[in-house]
């Protein structure tokens, strides 16, 4: 099995913009995750863990799974967009149950 290694001087620039925002929007999802956990953990509030996780799957976990799958299981993109609208998907059922749930 051969991969296709990409040098970054040599990547077009619109694939190293992508990579960049990707890396980004999983940075500040981090920062916004990690600021509803300390909410959690100063207040006891149940809503702002799941709303924490909620953030995490929605931001970190897509960018994740994105590196993972493809680097490591298989470049197949339909398994990668596949595990990423999942993680996307429960990543917002997290945040909605945080919003209307009983906790």
Same mark, same amino acid.
């Given at each position: *099995?051969?991969?296709? @290694? @990409?040098? =970054?001087?040599? $990547?077009? %620039?619109?694939?190293?913009?992508?990579? $960049?925002? %990707?890396? =980004?929007? $999983?940075?500040?999802?981090? #920062?916004? $995750?990690?600021?509803?956990?300390?909410?959690?953990?100063?207040?006891?509030?149940?809503? *702002? !863990?799941?709303?924490?996780?909620?953030?995490? !799957?929605?931001?970190?976990?897509?960018?994740?799974?994105?590196?993972?799958?493809?680097?490591? #299981?298989?470049?197949?993109? @339909?398994?990668?967009?596949?595990?990423?609208?999942?993680?996307? !998907? !429960?990543?917002? /059922?997290? #945040? *909605?149950?945080? /919003?209307?749930?009983?906790?």
């Amino acid at each position: *099995m051969t991969q296709n @290694v @990409v040098r =970054l001087d040599e $990547a077009p %620039l619109f694939e190293v913009l992508t990579v $960049a925002s %990707l890396f =980004l929007v $999983a940075l500040v999802g981090t #920062i916004i $995750a990690y600021q509803a956990f300390r909410g959690y953990r100063r207040n006891d509030s149940r809503s *702002m !863990l799941y709303l924490s996780v909620g953030l995490l !799957l929605l931001t970190v976990c897509p960018f994740l799974i994105n590196v993972f799958v493809t680097t490591v #299981i298989s470049p197949s993109q @339909v398994v990668t967009v596949f595990l990423e609208n999942v993680s996307r !998907l !429960l990543g917002l /059922l997290s #945040i *909605m149950y945080s /919003l209307y749930g009983r906790h």
